[in-house]
Nanobody, 130 residues
Framework: QVHLVESGGGLVQAGGSLRLSCAAS???????????MGWFRQAPGEEREFVAV????????DYADFVKGRFTISRDNAKNTVYLEMNNLKPEDSAVYYC????????????????????WGKGTLVTVSS
């Protein structure tokens, strides 16, 4: 069982920045380092959408087009933590942001991981004011 807890959300003005964190517990440190991790978001009245994914090693990443160049996903396997650095935030980025894990060890496909997340956090709210 993998337990994911997000933090770092809040209220920020348009153009500002936030850094989200997701701490994983449950798996051993070795297990976490074998999981691809991702960030998703859901705005009120909208479906949950993909934001970013990072491979188990951190060597590969992929982003939704609407965040490319503004958001950066990274991970620290020693701390069992994944991050989402968000810059130049826009009001349309307002949403609950969820961390997710693909527990299939050493997944070689970011696309497969993106659609195969099997553990989810409860989310952290990001509100961007205009």
């Amino acid at each position: 069982q993998v337990h994911l807890v997000e933090s770092g959300g809040g209220l920020v003005q348009a153009g500002g920045s936030l850094r989200l964190s997701c701490a994983a517990s449950g798996p051993s440190g070795h297990a976490f380092s074998s999981y691809a991790m991702g960030w998703f978001r859901q705005a009120p009245g909208e479906e949950r959408e993909f934001v970013a994914v990072i491979s188990w090693s951190g060597g590969s990443t992929d982003y939704a087009d609407f965040v490319k160049g503004r958001f950066t996903i990274s991970r620290d396997n020693a701390k069992n933590t994944v991050y989402l650095e968000m810059n130049n935030l826009k009001p349309e980025d307002s949403a609950v942001y969820y961390c997710a894990a693909d527990s299939r060890s050493y997944s070689g496909s970011l696309m497969a991981s993106r659609h195969g997340m099997d553990y989810w956090g409860k989310g952290t709210l990001v509100t961007v004011s205009s």
